[in-house]
């Protein structure tokens, strides 16, 4: 292969795991995870999810890193090298294009819905208490204008930090920014319980209901595993790219998976137990859980006014750590190719999503009625097409491709398993995770 320009590596195993842990921790794990396991079976919900982490998400990653280790490059040329060094048609790459396209995909609405986190940590701090919270919501995505600086603010960020590198740019946010996340969650799950009704929100997130357990159950938690893990477009490729040879993989990835499934646990611990002190019940996930339903209760809560704007941080630290991961795959293509600088690459790529988000700064106001696939907005149809269906194909192919394509040596040369690890990765790699990943994508669509 022809010689491309090395982008260094992480400095210390710590950087990655903080890195991968980085990208995964995100949006779904604070809005997503919590409202669906609370109204889906609860604690049944949890163990399906549990083992569709252990048994297709962390089977996924493993092979993530593995194509991205050896090539030490960007998904699409790790994966041509891995498809040329098995004798396998370079074809493979369009795998990593996807991947590169999901990104800056996913990225255009991500940062939409972030930026509006931004804008509320400052409304948390200063709320205007004649307006109610569903007022205060649409008053704020109302004008296109003000979605847009915030849209433009959190694009700027994320192409800043990885316009300056691996180790100064990225590897130095997720070292700080990381165990700050981790710091404000404590400290929001410690106000629950002294605060919050914490009992009722254990029950609500953990009491097993088996009868709410149906074929969709299972989808929904596979689905939601993959978008949490942040597999199927390279973007864990691309940071197993940076990682020393000589650290663990699988050891590794139980860290990151337990750690992301750890950060969504709490999540739910910090915001149910404060919604039902607060006399509300939940009756949404997403949006509305997180600015109407939450904002109001801190608009009561004993210092509300402190616990909001930490409570926004925390989803901006999240947001911005998986927005990282989103894009720096473009980025490591372009610039590893000597065909733009990393710092080029970070802005126009950058620029890309930003422009692409516009679509979804309007579905919130002068564009609410317009469909574009189905009845679905441009927001609802980019999420549609990101995260419903380029997500779980990209993760579909990678595990055919290094389950039944990729050379054997090559693959263990990075795992370094014994042989019943390594059976037993086969297994899931090659049977569980193709047909879970193509029973999610065949029902999505
Ligand atoms: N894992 C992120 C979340 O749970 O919000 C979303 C995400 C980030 C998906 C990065 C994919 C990705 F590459």
Redesign the pocket.
């Known amino acids: 292969m022809e010689q491309l320009k090395s982008h260094g590596k992480w400095s210390g195993k710590w950087t990655f795991i903080l890195a991968a842990t980085g990208?995964?921790?995100?949006?779904?794990?604070?809005w997503?995870?919590p409202y669906m396991a609370g109204t889906n079976g609860g604690g049944a919900f949890v163990l399906i999810y549990l083992a569709c982490i252990l048994i297709i998400g962390l089977p996924i990653m493993m092979a993530e890193i593995v194509i991205g280790r050896r090539a030490s490059s960007s998904p699409v040329n790790s994966m041509k090298s891995a498809a040329l060094d098995s004798n396998r048609s370079s074809n493979w790459q369009l795998i990593g294009w996807g991947?590169l396209v999901?990104?800056i995909l996913?990225?255009s609405f991500?940062s939409v819905l972030a930026g509006i986190c931004i804008n509320y940590i400052f409304i948390s701090a200063l709320p205007d208490l004649q307006l109610s919270s569903e007022e205060q919501f649409s008053i704020t995505t109302s004008s296109a204008s003000n979605l847009l600086i915030w849209h433009t603010v959190f694009i700027l960020v994320t192409a800043g930090v990885i316009a300056s590198g691996i180790k100064n740019g990225i590897g130095r946010f997720v070292r700080v920014l990381m165990p700050l996340l981790g710091f404000i969650l404590i400290l929001m799950v410690l106000n629950a319980v002294i605060n919050g009704d914490f009992l009722r929100g254990l029950q609500f997130l953990f009491s097993p209901d088996f009868s709410q357990v149906n074929p969709q159950t299972f989808l929904s938690a596979m689905g939601?595993a993959f978008?949490?893990?942040?597999?199927?477009?390279?973007?864990?490729m691309t940071y197993g790219a940076y990682m020393s040879d000589d650290q663990k993989i699988l050891s590794t990835s139980i860290t990151v998976g337990g750690l992301?499934t750890l950060v969504?646990l709490m999540a739910g611990l910090a915001i149910f137990p404060i919604i039902f002190a607060s006399g509300l019940e939940v009756n949404s996930g997403g949006v509305g859980l997180v600015f109407i339903t939450l904002s109001q209760t801190f608009e009561t809560m004993f210092l509300g006014q402190v616990f909001g704007p930490l409570f926004f941080i925390l989803l901006v630290i999240?947001?911005l750590s998986?927005?990282i991961?989103?894009l720096e795959?473009s980025v490591a293509y372009f610039s590893e190719k000597n065909i733009i600088s990393r710092k080029s690459a970070a802005f126009i790529f950058g620029f890309l999503a930003w422009f692409l988000g516009i679509g979804s700064v309007l579905s919130f106001n002068i564009l609410s009625d317009f469909q574009l696939l189905g009845d679905r907005t441009i927001l609802d149809s980019i999420v549609f097409i990101?995260?419903n269906l380029l997500?779980p194909l990209g993760g579909l192919f990678v595990a055919i491709f290094v389950g039944w394509f990729m050379k054997k040596e090559l693959i263990q040369e990075q795992l370094q398993l014994s042989d019943g690890f390594l059976n037993t990765w086969y297994f899931f790699i090659r049977f569980v995770a193709p047909i879970a990943v193509g029973a999610i994508l065949i029902t999505q669509i």
């Open positions: 990208s995964a921790v995100g949006l779904g794990n604070i997503g995870f991947g999901a990104g996913i990225l991500y939601q978008f949490s893990l942040s597999l199927g477009m390279g973007a864990i992301d969504a999240a947001s998986s927005s991961s989103l795959p990101g995260n997500l």
